[in-house]
């Protein structure tokens, strides 16, 4: 396959829209001359050992969760380890995809994954993901009564002269309504038009377009427990779905390894400003600041910590699945055996 095409498919499964604002997802890196894409390897990080894993299978693609290019740079193939890495990628035609913060928006993308090692529960995102509204042009719609026996055509010709401005094609019959799209810097000059016909001056409406809200897509999730289970057991099930032996523990205030949750706040990697003041009995994720475990546990909620990429790494098996189907035999899908999480508990 072409890589424009795998973008366009890995685009598709994780809109880059949904990504946080301050994130740097998609196509991060791209050879010169692409090669077709027969293998792709997905990882967690973009670490040495992993490019050496890419070049030898050979993959063509890497597929890298977190972006490993986020900070602008000021050149390629320097002192710096990750510049000197991007660079080697570059050398082997490795073409780097990063998801990152969209596969954790979707609907049982990362967040929906680490939700369910909790148990049964009814789960929603913590913040909702919007997309754009779907139209070609502008940010307003303005819409305007058409009398009845007026001639619109006067209208329209005026309307689009204006730059940012979106006509229908087809003239609306009297006693309908003309809408159009348009930019906020067209807004004065539309009203001015409107208003040199009598007929029309006093009918119009202006409406700013928002984003549309994707249902079940957003940041971390709240999870209410089916019912009420001791700590002890969600420590124990996070750690049999991780495959971890053990993970780290703040009790909250009033707490005990016997306590029953009923309600939960889970953020995959670092959830310190998603979890921010979200109120329940635990929350779920990689690693928060010290302060922010102190914050949350003194109002009475306790925290289990699995470290970053532990709290994500669980999914590429799910993710690998996902994109097989999508891929077919044209490309395969191998999992990093060199991707692991750099915090060992000794």
């Known amino acids: 396959m072409e890589l424009s095409e795998v973008v366009t498919l890995l685009d598709s499964l994780a809109p880059p829209s949904l990504a946080e604002s301050w994130d740097n997802v998609g196509l991060l890196l791209r050879p010169s001359t692409p090669a077709p894409i027969r293998?792709?390897?997905?990882?967690?990080?973009?670490?040495?050992?992993?490019?050496?894993?890419?070049?030898?299978?050979?993959?063509?693609l890497l597929l890298a969760y977190h972006p490993p290019l986020f900070h602008p740079l000021r050149r390629l193939g320097g002192e710096s380890w990750r510049d000197c890495l991007l660079a080697r990628a570059l050398e082997n035609r490795v073409a780097v995809y990063s998801p990152h913060t969209a596969l954790d928006a979707i609907p049982g993308g990362v967040n929906d994954w680490l939700a369910d090692c909790l148990g049964e529960a009814s789960t929603r995102p913590l913040t909702q993901s919007f997309r754009e509204p779907v139209h070609t042009l502008g940010t307003h719609r303005v819409g305007a009564s058409v009398p009845q026996?007026?001639?619109?055509?006067?209208?329209?010709?005026?309307?689009?002269?204006?730059?940012?401005?979106?006509v229908p094609t087809e003239i609306p019959s009297p006693g309908s309504r003309l809408s159009l799209s348009c930019d906020q810097s067209a807004l004065v000059e539309i009203v001015r038009i409107f208003g040199e016909f009598e007929e029309m001056k006093d009918g119009v409406e202006i409406s700013r377009l928002e984003k549309v809200p994707v249902p079940g897509a957003g940041m971390g999730r709240f999870c209410r427990l089916s019912e009420a289970t001791p700590l002890q057991t969600l420590v124990e099930r996070v750690k049999e779905r991780l495959g971890l032996t053990r993970v780290r523990l703040v009790l909250g205030s009033g707490h005990s390894l016997d306590s029953p949750m009923t309600t939960?706040?889970?953020?995959?990697?670092?959830?310190?400003?998603?979890?921010?003041?979200?109120?329940?009995?635990?929350?779920?994720?990689?690693?928060?600041?010290?302060?922010?475990?102190?914050?949350?546990?003194?109002?009475?909620?306790?925290?289990?910590?699995c470290e970053h990429s532990n709290s994500e790494r669980g999914y590429l098996p799910h993710l690998a699945s996902l994109l097989a189907s999508l891929l077919g035999e044209r490309v395969t899908v191998h999992i990093s055996t060199q991707d692991r999480e750099p915090v060992q508990i000794v």
């Open 149 to 166: 026996g007026f001639d619109l055509k006067p209208v329209l010709s005026r309307l689009q002269d204006i730059h940012g401005v979106r």
């Open 39 to 60: 293998s792709l390897l997905l990882a967690i990080d973009l670490t040495p050992s992993v490019l050496l894993e890419a070049i030898s299978l050979p993959a063509q």
């Open 264 to 305: 939960a706040a889970v953020c995959a990697g670092s959830g310190g400003s998603v979890l921010d003041g979200v109120k329940a009995d635990m929350y779920l994720t990689g690693e928060m600041s010290h302060h922010q475990l102190l914050d949350a546990s003194t109002r009475g909620t306790s925290i289990i910590l």
